[in-house]
């Protein structure tokens, strides 16, 4: 949907339409759902986040003024429903350490496709552990596919903020990768990194890596 196209849905969403409620919740629910699932992880409660955003997405459209893009707006609110949600959770149990792992079918699986499948749940993993702030900026970066810019307005923090972040917890994961055991494999991939994302990241320009 084009820019001018979002913004006509949403004054339609203002006005009180209700079939734009519905257009505007089938073209982002499934953009909110996978930025959810990316930070809590699979067993994490996906769709009770993703009503919990659209929640607080109708309850605010009225203040959206067209200043910043729809889906950086979104992703903003998607980004503090869930990070309450972390903090809340890390306060009640250990998040699972094992997200990725399929060890039914590890034995049979050949050697590049088993560790390129090993390279991605330590990535995951690692994820997983990061502080939210830094985890946000992560996963929006990396994984969405947002530029630099654009993950600090829909975070509402400075381009230097986001730039340290997202170098302390690339430095995290990479560290995470050189630490697994698949590192000392005498036939490891040739960038780990690499093929732990690319299954996994948006086929969009990177504009501006810091």
């Given at each position: 949907m084009s820019g001018a196209g979002q913004l006509d849905l949403v004054r339609r969403c203002q006005a009180g339409d209700e079939r734009a409620?519905?257009?505007?919740?089938?073209?982002h629910a499934p953009l909110v759902a996978r930025f959810v699932g990316r930070m809590v992880g699979p067993s994490g409660p996906v769709d009770d986040l993703v009503q919990a955003v659209f929640v607080q997405v109708f309850r605010?459209?009225?203040?959206?003024r067209g200043d910043a893009r729809l889906t950086t707006w979104l992703?903003?609110?998607?980004?503090?429903v869930t990070a309450k949600h972390i903090r809340a959770d890390s306060r009640r149990r250990r998040r699972d350490d094992r997200w990725g792992e399929d060890q039914a079918t590890r034995a049979a699986s050949p050697?590049?496709?088993?560790?390129?499948?090993?390279a991605l749940a330590v990535v995951q993993r690692a994820v997983l552990t990061l502080p939210e702030p830094q985890r946000a900026v992560w996963v929006m970066r990396e994984l969405e596919g947002l530029s630099t810019a654009e993950v600090a307005e829909a975070l509402g923090a400075r381009l230097g903020?986001?730039?340290s972040r997202l170098f302390a917890a690339r430095q995290q994961v990479l560290d995470a990768l050189a630490a697994a055991p698949e590192a000392t494999s005498p036939h490891p991939p040739a960038a780990p990194h690499e093929a732990a994302l690319s299954?996994?990241?948006p086929k969009r320009a990177r504009e501006d890596v810091p």
């Open positions: 409620w519905g257009e505007l919740y089938r073209a605010g459209i009225r203040r959206f992703y903003g609110i998607a980004h503090r050697e590049p496709a088993m560790l390129a499948r090993e903020t986001v730039r299954g996994v990241r």
